[in-house]
């Protein structure tokens, strides 16, 4: 099975700060990766598929990129409704799906 | 709009057996992949199971043999029938639709895009 790493797994910003996580595989995913959101007490939400392509709806501060095994998620100016938990997620051909660890942002 | 409604959930003991139902609005559950996600207190989030629009189903380990998935036409409604229950499947589930998106050149590519609410799952001796 592929593991997913994400790192850091625990940041503090402030707002305005670019923030950048990074998910890592242990193979080669392809372009087999998403990433969510969840604040704390609801549902995750999905914010950009297939690496890099955003949700409709979802502000254009939010971008991802990468290949192979390693990714990235990036918010260029951190607002404070971003105050979340983000996964990236994983997922093979047989439709088995792996979520990485995840990365908790908060404001310094 | 697209709307997911868990429920179902509850307090069992230990080898017990409950069944998560995920009622759709706007949405054709037998039309579309559908699938089972879990988060324990406190922990990230743990794919359980999917069923395909076709039928098929595939399990986690961790579900495999004991969790069952399947959806009823007539009611719009995803089902997950749990047995054998342990104390770390304490945990919220959460149904979700997974949407596939094509390419030119016809490669497949999913992704989880409305989910529920959730449902909580305690299991206790």
């Known amino acids: 099975d592929i593991q997913m790493t994400q790192s850091p797994s625990s940041l503090s910003a402030s707002v305005g700060d670019r923030v950048t996580i990074t998910c890592q595989a242990s193979?080669?995913?392809?372009?087999?990766l998403n990433w969510y959101q969840q604040k704390p007490g609801k549902a995750p939400k999905l914010l950009i598929y297939?690496?890099?392509n955003l949700k409709t709806g979802v502000p254009s501060r939010f971008s991802g990129g990468g290949s192979g095994t390693s990714f990235t998620f990036t918010i260029s100016s951190l607002q404070p409704e971003d105050i979340a938990t983000y996964y990236c997620q994983h997922y093979d051909n047989f439709l088995s799906f792996t979520f990485g660890p995840g990365t908790k942002v908060d404001f310094k | 709009e697209v709307q997911l409604v868990e429920s179902g959930g509850g307090f069992v003991q230990t080898g017990g057996s409950l069944r998560l139902s995920c009622a759709a609005s706007d949405f054709t559950v037998s039309d579309n992949y559908m699938t089972w996600v879990r988060q324990a207190p406190g922990k990230g989030l743990e794919w359980v199971s999917i069923i395909y629009s076709g039928g098929g189903t595939n399990y986690a380990g961790t579900a495999k043999g004991r969790f069952t998935i399947s959806r009823d036409t007539s009611k719009n409604t995803l089902f997950l029938q749990m047995n054998s229950l342990r104390p770390e499947d304490t945990a919220v589930y959460y149904c979700?639709?997974?949407?596939?998106?094509?390419?030119?050149?016809?490669?497949?590519?999913?992704?989880?895009?409305?989910w529920g609410q959730g449902t909580t799952v305690t299991v206790s001796s």
């Open positions: 297939t690496v890099s």
């Open positions: 193979r080669d995913v392809s372009n087999n």
């Open positions: 979700a639709s997974v949407r596939r998106t094509v390419t030119q050149e016809h490669y497949y590519y999913y992704h989880m895009d409305v």
